[in-house]
């Protein structure tokens, strides 16, 4: 990359030899960041992973719209799903996997491991303040993971009570559905474990007949559905379920940004917004499974067309905190339960801890602050409030959320939408950056555009580039 070292600014994770350019990556790095130790079932819960995460995984987002490789190849709607229960071991409750497809009996070495020991745990999270009760309100939540392969998975969970087998119901522990997949799409599983918990709350045999039908499936193209035919126990008649797949485009149908911005506030999400540009670390606290991922995952959207390219936790169960002490910037959740056990001291001076409920960020003492522009966070501020005015009075709907979106895709086309009058590309096709030129031209945000620019999010995006790439925003206002 060209482009000298212009300014002096305080970078904590880069160094001043990568001033002027955008460090390259490769797949082989971002698999080397992290790998999980084997760990050492015990009876204490909170123990249950008797040797702790040493090393991160770099775990990325695989939605991205401008290289998003599932787009273009054939795989499943989903690859395993399993019941994760709760049964007693010695004085304790542990989770394990009560039912799976395939079954566990069939999987082999590396992989039956990866899931036996790293599935169980991330669907209880919560495993040492879990409680049987008479009723609860159910939970969508998901959490990310890298495979054996080194590539990206999500596993999207469903937590609910059985129903009851008496009368008055007696108290009784959740249950939680998993389903292990590379497609990021929160509305097309929630639909799936809607009619999951429906027929199992009739039978169980039911329940896992619709998932098996569902797993021979491939995932539908972007815009696309695909209809899965079973036969509903309790009618006794073959019916239909069509799962759909949003497109890049629509990247907002599956997140609520009304409620986000309702439960943090305008202020309190800007500054979230613009500490993720620069890759700062961000710790989540949230009193909900539910929240933390709702959360976590509508503001990533936001990043559009950039996508986060650290550590990337929604829900970190209590029995890996340390991963909180990650050198690398991540964005990780935790429950305000399991905040109370954490050690801030530990933390570094780049760390925000983002107290959902309270609507606050705490930083670091020797914080170093992010060079923006005042008159445009000033008038980006108030657009936020005067939207947010009109939610109160309004039930949340997609539209409310799309252009709320807009708003910020806005501030990106404004900050870095000039881009691609500064790239340029090799014999070999491979594209090159002017950072000088690209950071003065940006102006007012000259300062800020510098910094977000050396991030591995800018870089990954400008090498995602060929020579017949058009300008991200100028296709988008096309489209659109």
């Not at 696309?224 to 126990?233: L, M, Q, R």
């Not at 503001?299 to 169960?317: A, E, H, N």
């Not at 305000?336 to 960020?361: F, G, Q």
């Not at 060079?371 to 949340?396: I, T």
Request: glycine share 4%; net charge neutral.
């Amino acid at each position: 990359m060209r482009g000298s070292k212009r300014r002096e600014l305080k970078e904590p994770h880069k160094t001043d030899s990568d001033c002027g350019k955008l460090p390259r990556t490769s797949e082989t790095q971002d698999a080397k960041t992290l790998r999980l130790l084997e760990e050492e079932m015990c009876d204490d819960p909170k123990k249950l992973l008797a040797e702790r995460v040493k090393e991160l995984r770099k775990v990325r987002d695989p939605d991205s719209p401008q290289i998003s490789a599932d787009v273009r190849e054939d795989f499943p709607l989903f690859e395993f799903v399993c019941e994760v229960s709760l049964r007693r071991k010695s004085e304790n409750f542990c989770p394990y996997i009560s039912w799976s497809h395939p079954p566990l009996r069939v999987l082999e070495g590396d992989r039956l491991a990866a899931i036996t020991l790293n599935i169980p745990t991330f669907c209880f999270p919560d495993m040492d303040i879990v409680e049987p009760v008479k009723k609860m309100k159910t939970e969508t939540y998901c959490f990310v993971f890298t495979d054996l392969q080194a590539q990206n998975k999500f596993g999207y969970c469903r937590r609910f009570l059985p129903a009851s087998k008496s009368d008055p119901p007696e108290k009784r522990f959740p249950v939680v559905y998993c389903m292990v997949t590379k497609l990021r799409s929160f509305e097309t599983f929630s639909k799936i474990f809607d009619q999951v918990v429906k027929l199992r709350d009739f039978s169980s045999a039911g329940a896992y007949s619709f998932l098996k039908a569902l797993i021979e499936q491939n995932a539908p193209k972007p815009g696309k559905s695909v209809t899965v035919k079973y036969i509903n126990p309790k009618i006794g008649n073959l019916v239909d379920i069509h799962v759909e797949r949003v497109t890049a485009g629509q990247r907002f149908e599956h997140v609520d940004l009304a409620y986000v911005l309702t439960k943090l506030g305008s202020k309190l999400l800007v500054e979230i917004f613009i500490n993720l540009l620069v890759e700062r670390k961000l710790l989540f606290v949230a009193e909900s499974l539910s929240d933390l991922t709702t959360i976590i995952h509508s503001i990533m959207q936001l990043l559009y067309p950039l996508q986060w390219q650290g550590i990337y936790i929604p829900v970190l169960p209590q029995e890996i905190l340390d991963a909180t002490s990650s050198p690398v910037p991540f964005v990780i959740g935790i429950l305000k339960e399991h905040a109370k056990t954490l050690d801030e001291e530990a933390l570094d001076d780049e760390c925000n801890l983002v107290y959902i409920a309270d609507k606050r960020i705490v930083k670091r003492p020797n914080f170093t602050d992010i060079p923006f522009n005042k008159k445009f966070r000033k008038k980006f501020l108030q657009e936020l409030k005067l939207y947010k005015s009109k939610l109160v009075k309004a039930e949340s709907t997609a539209e409310h959320t799309v252009q709320i979106g807009d708003m910020f895709y806005q501030f990106m086309r404004t900050t870095i939408g000039h881009y691609s009058d500064h790239v340029t590309f090799d014999e070999a096709g491979e594209s090159d950056l002017d950072l000088t030129s690209f950071s003065d031209a940006a102006g007012d945000h000259s300062e800020f555009v510098w910094q977000l620019s050396k991030t591995q999010m800018f870089s990954s995006f400008i090498q995602g580039l060929t020579p017949e790439s058009r300008n991200v925003f100028d296709q988008i206002n096309e489209e659109g």
